[in-house]
């Protein structure tokens, strides 16, 4: 099944969003640090209402960390940014991706994106609009993949 990473996320509201929706799904949430918020963060709480038990919670001290984890388990890192090559609607995913995310002021940086098997964008038809809001963004990216994959039956 396909992983959720945040890398950095600044704003605990929408990481206690995005938590809510990995729990609604049975999808492993990691989070690689720096974080601009404590895990305790009492916004972080209240976004994610009384469905942190269900969240499977992965913290990560640094980038290298996750990618030791990444390298043990395999899969291919996927990178969202507004500057993807694939719309992420017809991009064919798979069960072991990795579906990564950057903070909401920044998105990811060049070098991890640079190291991402492919990068993907969700279209906007408001040329505007700079982006969708990290969660919304995790949301519909996840649920996309968990549809190609037959998870949602």
């Known amino acids: 099944m396909p992983q959720v990473v945040l890398v950095h996320p600044q704003i605990p509201q929408n990481t206690g969003n995005i938590a809510r929706s990995c729990a609604a799904t049975g999808t492993e949430l990691h989070l690689v640090a720096p974080l601009g918020f404590e895990i305790s963060d009492r916004y972080l709480k209240r976004a994610g209402l009384d469905y942190w038990p269900y969240v499977k919670l992965h913290h990560h001290e640094s980038l290298e960390a996750f990618k030791a984890i990444h390298q043990e388990r395999g899969g291919r890192c996927l990178g969202f940014t507004v500057r993807g090559n694939f719309n992420y609607v017809s991009f064919q995913f798979q069960v072991d991706d990795w579906l990564l995310f950057g903070s909401e002021t920044t998105g990811l ?45």
Do not use: K
């Open 109 to 153: 940086p060049s070098a991890i994106l640079s190291n991402c098997d492919a990068t993907l964008y969700i279209p906007m038809a408001e040329p505007h609009v700079r982006s969708l809001n990290l969660s919304v963004s995790v949301a519909v990216s996840l649920f996309e993949s968990h549809r190609q994959l037959g998870y949602l039956l």
